[in-house]
């Protein structure tokens, strides 16, 4: 019989059920370890779901089949320009585990990656301007069966309340459906959405288990914690001083409020990097909401002043840290020479929609344009006029938009400076978003959470944006949060298969 002080015994318990945490609960799975997932919401996947599914991790054989020139060494080379050597330990763990993560998951029948291109973001030694990420492949809803409905739909989808098309699962709902396949699999893995973590258990100095929806649930030799971070949270934002706002998120309706975050530091787990988040620009929707949206191939941004302060085709954390940086109000000016929005949307945006929303204004002319969304008209045409002289040079010369192999890869071959001289004119307001917040518990390079002395907390682990990110305040390509998240969760099982 089972201790009565418990409602339910498992091997390991996973709080949350985004790729990284999935992946640490299949590793486990796989292991022979009885595995719960824990879900705050009714639906896995958190905010991967949402997600192009972009994976940075280098130097594996996916890339090796593509014929891409990647290597351990040279995105040491690329990290160590960018970040330094501060978290060197962490970076190494890294490395040594992105291709034994990707062998492990290649493995199961029900895991297949392919390499897409899309360009690292700095111009830095052992950058691959055509990038070193990868994607799974599309995932039929049928060969989910009746654990489709599991998965977290597209965010236009979710956000009206509505399931999975007909169309095979894409992109971050490919990944997380093949992860929960490949667990169910398993016969191991115990899914239990509508459970959110309200605290830890510690018995004798060790993490033995957790509180989650009324339920005691043991750990007999693990909890990981990879829920997320706290950006749906106003109030840790405010406290912590993240610029946007807990309205302005992606994060799904309900989720990622930092609660396993605030459970850790109830017994005493220490935090960094807290006022820090993956940032981007986001275009308000009819209902308020943001949709991420990046690729900007025309238009321009410009600020409170109706001036440009950046170049808009930079990476979107560093074009959102420009923002962070700035005054706004800000809007998107493009004019009628595109069709729709000159960028890409997640979700997409429909023109008639966010015109009749009052989310975008028109107008016959650019000085119109600047009253109805007031900034000075002078001040905007003169923007305007500057922009299309470079647009006529072939060169922004205030910021260099389309001097970088990231700027171009979003052009089709075209310029990136094209001129807004079509009329009508269109204004988009722009917010300053983000695709979670990056700062959490701090954790040694095998995901351990540490205290306050710097020492590990046995039995209790913590990966992706519930710990604090190895990368620091940058960004360095597509799909290193999701990357990183499955690399440390995956060193994290390992640990407890190792240690216990």
């Known amino acids: 019989m089972g201790d009565a ?30 595995t719960a997932v824990l879900e705050k919401t009714g639906v896995l996947g958190g905010t991967s779901a949402y997600s192009g599914s972009a994976i940075w991790l280098p130097g594996t054989r996916v890339q090796e089949r593509a014929g891409i020139a990647d290597s351990a060494e040279s995105a040491r080379a690329y990290l160590r320009a960018l970040l330094g050597d501060e978290n060197a330990a962490h970076r190494e763990a890294f490395l040594a585990a992105a291709p ?3 062998e492990f998951l290649e493995r199961d029948p029900a895991l297949d990656f392919e390499f897409r291109p899309f360009p690292d973001y700095f111009a830095a030694p052992g950058r691959l301007d055509m990038g070193r990420s990868f994607v799974p492949l599309e995932l039929p809803v049928e060969r989910l069966g009746e654990v489709a409905g599991l998965v977290r739909p597209p965010v236009d989808r979710d956000r009206a309340g509505r399931g999975h098309s007909a169309r095979p699962m894409a992109q971050g709902r490919a990944l997380i459906g093949r992860l929960l396949l490949a667990l169910t699999a398993t016969g191991n893995g115990d899914v239990r959405t509508g459970t959110p973590l309200t605290g830890l258990i510690v018995e004798d100095g060790r993490v033995a288990g957790v509180e989650a929806g009324g339920l005691r649930l043991r750990a007999s030799r693990g909890v990981l914690l990879a829920a997320g971070g706290f950006e749906a949270s106003a109030r840790l934002r405010a406290a912590r001083g993240v610029p946007g706002s807990a309205d302005w998120t992606m994060a799904p309706d309900g989720a990622n409020t930092g609660d396993a975050i605030e459970a850790a530091v109830r017994i005493g787990a220490s935090t960094g990097l807290l006022d820090q988040a993956w940032f981007c620009p986001g275009l308000r929707t009819p209902d308020g909401l943001p949709a991420f949206t990046l690729g900007f191939r025309g238009g321009l941004i410009v600020d409170g002043s109706g001036r440009r302060f950046a170049n808009e085709s930079l990476p979107y954390d560093r074009m959102g840290r ?21 960028a890409i949307s997640v ?72 001129a807004l001289d079509q009329a009508p004119y269109f204004a988009a307001e ?15 390079p095998d995901g351990r959470v540490l205290d306050g ?24 390509g597509p799909g290193i949060p999701i990357g990183s998240a499955m690399a440390f969760a995956y060193r994290a099982v390992q640990h407890i298969r190792r240690s216990t």
């Open 5 to 34: 002080r418990w409602d339910d015994e498992y091997d390991v318990v996973v709080a949350g059920s985004g790729a990284g945490a999935m992946t640490g609960a299949l590793a486990a799975a796989s292991a022979g370890l009885r």
């Open 100 to 102: 034994e993560v990707v």
């Open 322 to 342: 420009k923002m962070a940086a700035a005054e706004g109000p800000f809007h998107l000016i493009f004019d009628a020479r595109w069709d729709g929005l000159p």
């Open 347 to 418: 979700p997409p945006l429909a023109p008639d929609e966010q015109l009749a929303s009052g989310r975008w204004v028109q107008a016959a002319t650019v000085e119109e344009l600047a009253g109805e969304i007031g900034v000075p008209p002078g001040v905007l045409a003169g923007t305007v006029a500057r922009f299309n002289g470079f647009a006529e040079k072939g060169a922004d010369e205030d910021f260099h938009r389309g001097e970088d192999p990231y700027d171009r890869f979003f052009s089709g071959g075209g310029p990136c400076v094209v």
């Open 430 to 444: 722009v917010v300053l978003s983000d695709l979670g917040t990056k700062g959490g518990l701090r954790t040694d």
């Open 453 to 476: 002395s710097g020492a590990p907390i046995p039995g209790l682990y913590a990966a992706g944006n519930t710990s604090a990110s190895f990368t620091g305040p940058v960004y360095p």
